[in-house]
Structure formats: C-alpha cells, structure tokens
C-alpha cells in the first residue's frame, strides 16, 4: 500500500528532497513576517474573490477570510524557521485533521495551486529561488492532503440504525 | 465549541504557552541526536513489556518496535529544531491523522505519559529543565491528539446499505 509520502510524491510530482528543500535556508529570516502576511492576503483575496470557478470559492464560504488569512501566514511562518505563531494559537499543525472538513480533490488542489502560483507572482519580496521552493513544498503538500482526505473514506466501523455496528465501505 | 488547544489545555492542565516552551531553547541543539534516540528506546522497550496493563500494550501489537523507535525520535527531533528527519522520509506529520487507527483516549494518553515520564528519568543526558519543557509539551500533545481522536465519532455522512446517505451520529 503506498503511504502519504508516496501518493504526495506521485501526484504532486514533486519527490520529497524537493518538497522539503524549504528546510535548506530560513525563508522566515530571509522574507520576514510581513511578506508572509502578504502572500497570504494575495492568495485569500484572490480564492474569495474566485468567480470563474464557484464550486472552489465555495469550499471557504464557511471560513471568514480574517481568519483564512492569519491561520495560513502563521502555519508558514513556523514551517519555514519562524516563531511557532500557529501553535501557540492553535496547537499542532495536524494538517489532514484541520482540513477534514474541506472536499480536498485533486480538482482542488490544482485550483488552490493556481491560485498560490498568482499570488507568490504578485508578492514582489519573494525571490525566485524562495519562489521555486515554496512552491514545491506547496504543490507536494496539496497532494498530501488529497492523500490524506481519503482516508475519511476508507474503511471503519461504524455503528448503523436497527443493529450492530458493521463496516461501511465507501 | 472548544477547539483542539482548548481541549488539550484543560484535560491536560498544561496550557499552550508552558506547552510551547520547548521552542524558547533549541532541545535537538542542547541534548544531540543520540539521546532523542535513547530516549524512545527507553520508551518503547517499557511499552512492549508492559505486562502490567495488557490493554495498553496491545495497542501497539501491529507496529514493530524498531519502526515505532525511528518514527518517535525522527518527530521529536524535528519538532524540537533538528533537521526534519521525518518530514524527509514520511512526509508532515499530521499528528491527528496518524492516530487514527489507535484507540487514543484519556486512559491511553495516561499511560504514554506514564511511560514516558520513566523514560525521560532513565535517560541521563536529559537535564532536569529539558525533561520539565519536553513533560509539558508531551502532556499536552497527548490530550491534544485525544481531543483529536474525538473528530473519529463526530456526525458525518455515511452511505448505509440499502438505502441514500445518512448521517451517522456516534
């Protein structure tokens, strides 16, 4: 059975050593916290502001964007050498879980992705080498959480109406 | 609702900013890649001769103790300002997610902790403020994930044989 690594790796077509080359340099050190905030206001504006593909600004109508906003630039700012702003706010990042109640599809992460790609182009503090690995680490990471939101589907024990629990495949 | 840090502080009786003191000092830097090492083997060999508490131990009768090893000391020297061993070979550590087949409640959680704690005191290397930041941090993530094992019986929607979805309350 392949693991979520293996599934991020094949989707995303972005191997592992690619996707966490972020580790190699402090991008919090080298971009600063307000770029961060940046990137993230640039993503937010554009997915809310999404009209050409409304099933996708959907999936935030629940989240206000505020929010949206500062749960992702705090989330990159500790995965990328800054202070753990997210955790002491939150707790563990726990990526699959928080994302759980979301459709994460392949469909999906190829929008969130475009939209990202955009928003990296218009934040202009982002060099192109910090730009080249944020994006691996993202488009691989997506596609852990494709990987990851189907296991909301496998198998599990399940307790049914009139009777005992019994297994739902789905 | 509470959220998953709210959940963890209380049943824990560590809040967030004691839980994240690890990351006030640099642990991986001070203590060294061998003592996180030993540090799981002391674990891991209490846990797979706890013969004292038969439930306990079965609960890690499908993994092998050498990879149980690896994958603990690999988290815990990433999260505590090492290189990130895990994320390179596994992928995020998704916390939450990878709990899922465990039953993690609060009686497990206090176990772990339980060893743990024996194992933190047979392992020289770790000084007594390291071991007090690593106890509070490690309490806290136990009560976090059994926050997190909650989200498993939330309301959700399940195709039941012979018939549309229904929503499965449980």
Redesign the interface.
């Known amino acids: 059975m392949q693991?979520?690594?293996e599934k991020?790796s094949q989707w995303s077509g972005v191997d592992?050593?690619d996707a966490?080359a972020i580790?190699d340099t402090n991008l919090f050190q080298k971009l600063g916290l307000q770029t961060f905030i940046n990137l993230s206001t640039n993503f937010y504006t554009r997915v809310y502001d999404d009209e050409e593909e409304e099933w996708f600004r959907s999936i935030f109508s629940n989240s206000k964007k505020e929010e949206a906003i500062q749960n992702q630039y705090e989330f990159f700012v500790q995965r990328m050498g800054g202070?753990?702003l997210y955790?002491?706010?939150?707790?563990?990042?726990?990526?699959?879980?928080r994302h759980?109640p979301f459709p994460v599809t392949h469909q999906a992460a190829e929008r969130w992705l475009y939209h990202m790609e955009k928003a990296l182009e218009s934040t202009p503090d982002i060099d192109a080498d910090s730009r080249v690995k944020m994006m691996n680490f993202l488009r691989?990471?997506a596609f852990?959480l494709v990987a990851?939101d189907e296991?909301?589907t496998q198998k599990?024990q399940?307790?049914?109406?009139h009777g005992a629990s019994?297994s739902?495949e789905?």
Do not use: E
């Open positions: 693991t979520l690594q991020a592992a050593a966490f580790d202070p753990p955790s002491q706010r939150k707790g563990h990042p726990a990526l699959i879980a759980r691989h990471t852990f990851g296991l909301k599990q399940i307790p049914c109406k019994k739902a789905s």
